[in-house]
């Protein structure tokens, strides 16, 4: 990382550190992680057992099989809307087990 001579903010210099140590993948999964509750809603994420993610492929474990079937038919739906919360193209699938 080279050295700039005007001055940063500290969200600019946190940003480049994470893009320059390829750590921004990351952390935009977290934010998937976590916002899984707050944008399927409280009905839903009291179904949900766990949320991760690996290779772009979202992992949700839910308690109800008719609740999968739903979400199954939404699956492109799901992935746009959370990919559009954190801003990136972060998840490319879901797998509901």
Do not use: C
């Not at 001579?5 to 390829?22: C, M, N, P, Q, V």
């Not at 993948?25 to 949900?48: C, F, H, R, Y």
């Not at 772009?56 to 992935?79: A, D, H, P």
């Amino acid at each position: 990382m080279e050295r700039k001579s005007a001055t940063t903010s500290l969200g600019d210099a946190i940003k480049e550190f994470l893009r320059e140590y390829k750590h921004s993948d990351k952390l935009l999964e977290s934010q998937v992680v976590e916002s899984w509750s707050k944008i399927m809603g409280p009905s839903i994420a009291n179904l949900t057992q766990s949320v991760h993610i690996k290779n772009g492929k979202l992992y949700v474990s839910l308690k109800s099989s008719v609740l999968r079937s739903e979400l199954m038919m939404q699956k492109r739906i799901i992935v746009e809307t959370l990919n559009q919360h954190v801003g990136s193209e972060v998840v490319k699938d879901i797998v509901l087990r």
